[in-house]
């Protein structure tokens, strides 16, 4: 299989960490990116091709993974479109671009699927939601499943429209943990232990609760009522977090999420 990035930055170094010498040969890998530094960077420690811009290398691809920015992905449209002389499988992994709008700027071209992978990709443990167009094939779907499994789980969806909140549950959702996590870390501190104590402690509970879940047969609900009982320590802080809205504030957040991956959307999609 050879691949084609347009991008070179982290979501694509960590596709091709995962793709390199398991389902493609380095020499079957080539990126495109405007920086020297990241083409560097990728040609030394993984073998692959590098360009500036799109070149006929790109234009030979099996697949051309699209791992730009949203608001970078009309301009790349616009100069792969002379390139896709043959049927390509395009994977976009921009948040808001919408299949039809990524079609019609290629001129109604049809074997495109949209993704959405997370960061947990660059350790190999991202989880990614995808959907396929209506012109991409058996074979095709089977290459983009195999593409994105190389860095973790994946998703199939049949409508698009559940990109958004795809996009606001695992695509930002790193961010949710992170933020929970410094919080835990914030309170390790003011409560007396180092920095160091307070990191180890809220990273390894984090870790460890997340891999029971995945593990339990129970819910997190059920995980959770039997850590929580009455009148304990963990009832105590439950009943604080209840008192103070935080899981109404987080169903919140990520669904302003979901409401901006579709803002962008109607933004990066709209005719100039």
């Known amino acids: 299989m050879k691949i084609s990035f347009i991008g070179g930055g982290n979501m694509a170094t960590a596709l091709i960490a995962g793709l ?61 479109k002379p390139h896709l002389t043959g049927q390509p499988l395009l994977l976009s992994i921009a948040a808001g671009i919408r299949g039809a709008d990524l079609s019609r700027w290629l001129d109604g071209y049809g074997a495109i699927v949209r993704t959405m992978p997370n960061t947990p990709a660059l350790v190999g443990m991202g989880i990614t939601g995808m959907v396929a167009m209506a012109g991409v094939s058996a074979e095709q779907k089977e290459a983009a499943d195999s593409i994105l499994r190389a860095v973790g789980k994946t998703v199939w969806l049949d409508d698009e429209s559940l990109i958004d909140p795809v996009t606001a549950v695992s695509g930002s959702g790193p961010a949710y943990v992170f933020y929970f996590l410094e919080a835990m870390q914030q309170a390790a501190v003011e409560m007396g232990l180092s920095d160091q104590q307070g990191r180890a402690l809220a990273q390894a509970t984090f870790a460890g609760a997340a891999q029971l879940a995945a593990q339990s047969s129970d ?49 990066l999609g709209k005719d100039a």
């Open 20 to 80: 390199a010498g398991s389902i493609a040969q380095a020499e079957d890998i080539h990126v495109v990116d405007p920086s020297p530094e990241a083409l560097d960077k990728l040609g030394a420690q993984y073998g692959v091709g590098t360009a500036p811009a799109i070149d006929a290398a790109v234009a030979g691809a099996d697949v051309i993974v699209l791992a730009v920015k949203p608001q970078q992905m009309r301009e790349v449209a616009a100069s792969l």
């Open 219 to 267: 819910t997190v609900e059920v995980l959770r009522q039997r850590v929580t009982s009455k009148g304990g320590t963990t009832h105590a802080a439950i009943t604080s977090l209840e008192a103070a809205g935080v899981k109404e504030a987080i169903v919140a957040a990520m669904k302003a999420a979901a409401a901006r991956g579709r803002e962008l959307g109607d933004e």
